[in-house]
């Protein structure tokens, strides 16, 4: 009786075992097929009348937020990884990574957050509430990035002052003058927006798409 019990026993382990190996090859293989879709999307980009023609926007965060309510924030935070990973051995950069590296900074202000939320809160209402504060924080971080670190890594990078990106701004909106104007009147309105278009996007998609990753966890 004894002998038969542990064998059961160690069957059932097995087999748990086998399920949870299976379970973290499609969950790879999601993060894969989500980050490749969202290197595509970045490659599709719209310029906007308030900003800079370096300020473009793409929805390459579409794939990244589904991630993070399908799977969860970590698995969000790898999606916005690769693709930053891939978009760089597709397209070089000029900024030495520092651009990469606050994009995923930028990236993960607005998924995450908003994933753990959805998290807590698996409903409308806790989607709504997690995205609207992933893209203010989003906002946030954009904001700050791009005064500190990003704007003068592309001054650098191209070779000019940053009064003459500002000139850019200057150019498309006069109110632009200084750099607390810039990131004020074009990065937060750029990332408003940008999480805005993003959440109604995956809004009005993830109940009629989330069903298809479920089916292949289980």
Do not use: W
Not at 76 to 92: C, H, P, Q, R, S
Request: net charge positive; charged share 10%.
């Amino acid at each position: 009786m004894s002998t038969q019990t542990e064998t059961v026993t160690k069957a059932n382990q097995v087999q748990a075992a086998n399920a949870k190996s299976k379970i973290g090859v499609q969950a790879i293989a999601q993060v894969g097929m989500l980050a490749a879709i969202a290197t595509v999307l970045m490659l599709f980009e719209i310029p906007l009348p308030f900003a800079p023609s370096f300020y473009e926007i793409d929805f390459s965060e579409v794939p990244v937020l589904v991630g993070c309510f399908v799977m969860g924030p970590v698995a969000g935070a790898v999606i916005e990884l690769v693709k930053i990973v891939l978009n760089f051995i597709i397209n070089g950069t000029i900024t030495a990574g520092v651009g990469e590296l606050a994009n995923f900074c930028i990236g993960c202000a607005f998924c995450v957050p908003a994933g753990i939320i959805y998290r807590k809160m698996r409903s409308r209402k806790g989607a709504l509430v997690g995205m609207v504060t992933g893209t203010l924080l989003m906002t946030v971080v954009g904001v700050f990035l791009n005064a500190y670190l990003l704007l003068p890594t592309y001054a650098k990078a191209f070779e000019m002052p940053i009064d003459a990106l500002i000139g850019m701004g200057t150019a498309v909106n006069p109110n632009i003058d200084s750099l607390l104007t810039f990131v004020l009147f074009a990065v937060a309105p750029f990332n408003l927006l940008k999480g805005f278009l993003v959440s109604l996007i995956v809004f009005l998609i993830y109940k009629k798409i989330s069903p298809i990753f479920r089916m292949h966890q289980k």
